[in-house]
């Protein structure tokens, strides 16, 4: 697959076959992630790889906490709710997805089945729990850098056969993600990943969120 191929055909999965990933394919992918660009080669970023009892008890604990109503708990500034055009999208995909999956709106029982699997990290059978240095919080770029990383990550997975989805919502309860991941102190929690062989019987995997027009996204300037 080259690279034009994995950038157009590669989408979020949101679900997986019961099959676990070998620990060499994903030195492989992560490999090839680490590649990615960083400001002033800083590289700050950690990944923590989890699968099997570590992943099952993050899971368990996140669920807890999410279903009797501890608030969600992030080491990273949260944006707030979106509005305007980045609302739009938002509904959009959730759209998509719900129609795939036949979730009708009046449905409030599958409505928070769906919102606890990004809790459970959609029963992947491995969770990339993406960290930075916490010496360089504070600012931005350290963030940009691990969106760079990240990115090539899922890129990477896709172009092997693994399907990933980048999931805020899996490290919403940081303090049963740090503690199950061993996650030192020196590191701030930032995102995860879950990732594994997609199910293809999975309506939702099928989903493919609509993009802008270039013309909407660029503004050239001194072109003839």
């Known amino acids: 697959m080259n690279l034009d ?25 992560i490999a090839l992630a680490n590649r990615a660009p960083s400001s002033m080669n800083t590289q700050p970023w950690h990944l923590h790889v989890l ?4 992943l ?10 999410m ?6 708990v992030r080491e990273i500034v949260d944006h707030g709710a979106y509005e305007g055009p980045h609302r739009d999208r938002q509904v959009g995909i959730a759209k998509q997805l719900f129609a795939a999956m036949g979730i009708e709106r009046e449905d409030k029982e599958r409505r928070q089945d769906w919102v606890m699997r990004g809790f459970r990290q959609f029963d992947a059978p491995v969770s990339i729990v993406v960290t930075f240095d916490k010496s360089l919080d504070g600012g931005t770029i350290a963030h940009f850098d691990l969106g760079a990383v990240t990115y090539g ?22 303090p ?3 503690e199950h991941a061993n996650i030192p102190d020196s590191e ?12 293809e019987d999975f309506a939702a995997n099928g989903v ?17």
């Open 188 to 199: 701030v929690i930032m995102t995860c990943v879950a990732l594994g062989w997609p199910d």
């Open 67 to 72: 279903m009797s109503g501890v608030p969600p």
């Open 5 to 29: 191929q994995a950038m157009q055909e590669r989408r979020s999965i949101r679900g997986f076959q019961d099959k676990p990933v070998p620990r060499a394919l994903l030195e492989e992918i």
């Open 176 to 178: 049963v993600v740090r």
């Open 56 to 65: 099952e008890n993050v899971r368990e604990g996140n669920s807890t906490r």
């Open 153 to 174: 990550l899922v890129l990477a997975a896709w172009s092997r056969g693994l399907g990933a989805v980048i999931n805020g919502q899996g490290i919403m309860q940081s």
């Open 51 to 54: 699968t099997g009892e570590p």
């Open 208 to 224: 493919v969120s609509t993009r802008r027009d270039v013309d909407d996204v660029a503004t050239f300037i001194g072109f003839d």
